[in-house]
């Protein structure tokens, strides 16, 4: 096979990509090599800021098919007709760790699905867990500096974990769900999927109804306990990298089912659990799953970087029919992520071919800004309203209102019925098995045993106590037996 020429980044043939060009045989190198010049300067560069949250992640596309009628509930139109297929784009990660981290730990994981929507992208940020630690955006930068590597010591210190969760009793649950067994997820393959947030669903009579999204996987739900995960991060720290690329190659397609719990709108103000508080779920047995379709993913992108580094989700990708709840935290996040791909990527990012739009088109009249590629036509008007062909508003409504009442303030997020910090975490402990309470209360203590103030420590276990007095009372013999050790 003939080889190609090798060029320069302006296209010039180079001829020597050995040696460097010099004065003379053992001389100074000159300032005339161009390719040495662009080669070194280009390396300098190949790096982008990493995503400040959820750094080290898997990407693969696929689609998502409907199987259910969901007409009732929404007038998104991929969801619009059984056996419609809409390609996505899914990135996986971890939370706390940086880029090189390890994939097997016990931390959270990320579960960013785009569909690309012959109505515009839509992209649902979730993660592997129903819930979150905490139900107020303006805590987010403090929990994530308490959870990341502390300034000084370079690394995750059980002193800032835990003191950030001893002043945050709302994340007993999602603590609880963490250090149970599904805290180290086997693989991405091996994990359930979850919007977390409330959403708003309209229907083609705007309707309004409030869901919750169930990504069920097909693969099982297989977790590592932590000697595993020890075991595993020493031989392949990229372990969950590997096992999606390989089992795509294979043709070993995962999959998950999509379900949903729908509330009626006008159910939520009374509902028991305050619809929109992001630590709690609501029981099946209140809000049943129904199911709406299947997500495949069956191709690995060409190339890392491009497609998996550069992927931009914004939770405020909504398409008509779908819209936010007023859950604060679900409200902060749709401003934090198109403001951290400004920063991470730019302002174009949009334009990235996985970022783009692949059904719909984009059309509008935002312009230029670094690195564009999208242009008008040369008959293309910058401004609107215009007298001539350039887009126009539909001025039909994406999806229902949502109702507000009251005055500005800073308030807390308001308690229903049977809404405390503790509740849900103590059904979620009574549902464990003896074994998995055994491994539960083992995991929290040898995180918990290493905080070095006692009224941190007490503070955690009053948490614990709160949620069930068995509970609290394991973890509190736990934490002192390792102490005296
Ligand atoms: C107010 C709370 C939150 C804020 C301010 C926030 C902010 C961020 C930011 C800035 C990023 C990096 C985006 C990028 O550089 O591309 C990110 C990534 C991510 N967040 Fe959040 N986050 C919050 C809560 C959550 C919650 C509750 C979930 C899940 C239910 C979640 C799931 C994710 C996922 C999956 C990613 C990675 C997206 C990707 O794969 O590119 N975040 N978050």
Redesign the pocket.
Same mark, same amino acid.
């Given at each position: 096979m003939a080889k190609r020429v090798l060029t320069t980044e302006s296209g010039a043939p180079v001829a020597d990509n050995q040696n460097s060009a010099t004065a003379g045989v053992g001389g100074p190198i000159l300032l005339q090599d161009q390719h040495l010049l662009e080669k070194l300067a280009r390396f300098n560069r190949e790096r982008i800021p990493e995503?400040?949250?959820?750094a080290r992640?898997s990407g693969a596309y696929g689609y998502f098919e409907v199987t259910d009628d969901v007409t009732g509930f929404t007038s998104a139109d991929f969801l619009s007709e059984v056996g419609k297929r809409t390609e996505t784009f899914l990135?996986f990660?971890t939370v706390a760790d940086s880029l090189g981290g390890a994939d097997a730990v016990r931390d959270p994981r990320?579960?960013?699905l785009k569909f690309y929507t012959n109505e515009g992208n839509y992209d649902l940020?979730?993660?592997n867990t129903p819930v979150?630690f905490i139900k107020d955006?303006i805590k987010?930068p403090d929990f994530i500096h308490s959870q990341k590597r502390d300034p000084f010591t370079g690394r995750q210190e059980p002193d800032n974990v835990w003191d950030f969760w001893a002043h945050a009793p709302e994340a007993t649950h999602q603590i609880t769900w963490l250090m149970g067994d599904r805290g180290i997820p086997a693989s991405y393959r091996h994990m359930n999927g979850y919007g977390? &947030?409330t959403y708003q669903w309209t229907n083609a009579e705007g309707e309004a109804f409030f869901v919750k999204y169930h990504f069920k996987t097909n693969q099982g739900v297989r977790s590592l306990s932590a000697e595993q995960a020890a075991e595993l991060v020493g031989k392949d720290a990229n372990s969950h990298q590997t096992d999606l690329l390989q089992a795509i190659e294979r043709g070993v397609n995962p999959s998950w089912t999509l379900h949903v719990q729908v509330m009626p709108a006008a159910e939520a103000a009374d509902y028991r659990f305050n619809p929109f508080d992001?630590t709690k779920v609501w029981p099946h047995a209140d809000y049943p799953l129904q199911r709406v379709g299947r997500l495949v993913l069956d191709r690995n992108p060409d190339n890392v970087f491009a497609e998996v580094e550069q992927?931009?989700?914004s939770p405020n990708n909504f398409v008509p029919g779908i819209g936010p709840s007023p859950d604060k935290?679900l409200q902060?996040?749709l401003f934090?992520?198109a403001d951290? &791909?400004r920063y991470?990527l730019g302002v174009n990012h949009t334009q990235l071919p996985v970022n783009a739009p692949k059904a719909a088109q984009a059309d509008n009249y935002g312009r230029d800004g670094l690195h564009a590629t999208r242009y008008g036509s040369r008959h293309d008007k910058n401004y609107e309203p215009n007298s001539y062909a350039g887009p126009a508003q539909t001025g039909s409504a994406l999806g229902a209102p949502l109702a507000v009442h009251g005055w500005t303030g800073t308030y807390e997020t308001a308690a229903h019925v049977k809404d405390d910090d503790f509740f849900q975490a103590g059904e979620l402990y009574r549902l464990m098995s003896e074994d998995e309470k055994g491994r539960l209360v083992a995991n929290i203590a040898g995180g918990l045993s290493q905080v070095t103030r006692d009224d941190v420590i007490e503070k955690n276990l009053a948490h614990f106590h709160a949620a069930d007095a068995d509970y609290g009372k394991r973890v509190e013999e736990a934490v002192r037996a390792l102490r005296e050790d």
């Open positions: 995503r400040v949250v959820h992640g990135r990660s990320g579960f960013a940020v979730g993660n979150f955006p987010f977390s &947030h992001l992927a931009a989700f935290m902060g996040r934090a992520y951290a &791909h991470r």
